[in-house]
């Protein structure tokens, strides 16, 4: 970590505002290396209106180098100058309601830690202030506590959604045979990434045939994206680590 720029949330407190009149307003809208998550997904192609195969080939590229087993989508930048966001403009973030849980955090930072060994459902939170030069936000006196900051920001239910699938993620588990991982890979991209196809593989096979689900699960992720995504991260378990989250019949 370089000390430089990530700073400790000393005291759980810090001084900062942003706001259009700020001289770097949207400077820290460009060149990001940003992995989304399938909850960050889901909130952004539903906001644009677009299917899930038409967000990821639109506005992202898969990136085998940020994970050290699985594959992880990023937010391509625009091919200008300054490599800006594509959902930047001179007035801000056009897609602010549903922006990512990145771009809402910031400048806190947070390193969620999975505790394996215990295979527990809380990863560790560590928040941690990130101080670019460019960020004049520091400069303003407009004090938080992290708490208001994160409730202000409405970070906590996209954490809520993305510690599922960090402990995922983060899980140390065996894929299983070899010949088998490929697949899986496919399987955990799916899933995570691209609820559309999700959805028909449950719906237009023979799924419901060999799993166990009762009518009103299987309503509800016929009909809801956040069910679905659920039940993809119960399938994930399942499928890749072999875990009881589902019943075959
Ligand atoms: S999604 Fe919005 S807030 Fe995030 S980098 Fe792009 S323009 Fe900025
Ligand atoms: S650089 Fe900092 S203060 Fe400036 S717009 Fe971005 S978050 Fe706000």
């Known amino acids: 970590m370089n000390d430089e720029i990530f700073r400790p949330l000393t005291g759980n407190t810090f001084q900062f505002s942003c706001h259009k009149g700020i001289s770097c307003f949207t400077e820290c809208c460009a060149k990001l290396r940003l992995a989304l998550t399938p909850y960050d997904i889901l909130r952004m192609k539903n906001r644009l209106g677009l299917s899930s195969d038409q967000f990821l080939d639109n506005y992202t590229e898969t990136d085998l180098t940020l994970h050290w087993r699985f594959p992880m989508v990023r937010l391509n930048m625009r091919d200008d100058e300054k490599r800006t966001c594509p959902f930047v403009t001179p007035d801000g973030c056009t897609i602010y309601e549903d922006r990512p849980g990145a771009c809402r955090l910031y400048p806190v930072g947070r390193a969620a830690r999975l505790d394996n060994a215990a295979d527990d459902d809380n990863p560790r939170d560590k928040f941690f202030l990130v101080t670019e030069s460019h960020c004049l936000g520091f400069h303003e006196e407009r004090p938080w506590t992290l708490e208001e900051w994160l409730n202000h920001e409405g970070v906590s239910k996209y954490n809520a959604m993305n510690d599922k699938w960090l402990k995922i993620v983060g899980s140390k588990k ?24 999700f959805r028909s593989f449950l719906f ?15 309503q509800a992720i016929k009909d809801d994206d956040e069910a679905l995504m659920d039940f993809a991260l119960d399938w994930l378990k399942f499928s890749l680590f072999g875990e009881k989250t589902l019943t075959t019949r």
């Open 204 to 218: 237009q096979g023979r799924f419901f045939d060999r799993v166990a689900v009762d009518q009103g699960t299987k």
């Open 174 to 197: 065996g894929l299983g045979p070899q010949e088998l991982i490929q697949k899986k890979l496919q399987v955990f991209f799916i899933a995570s990434y691209n609820l559309d196809k």
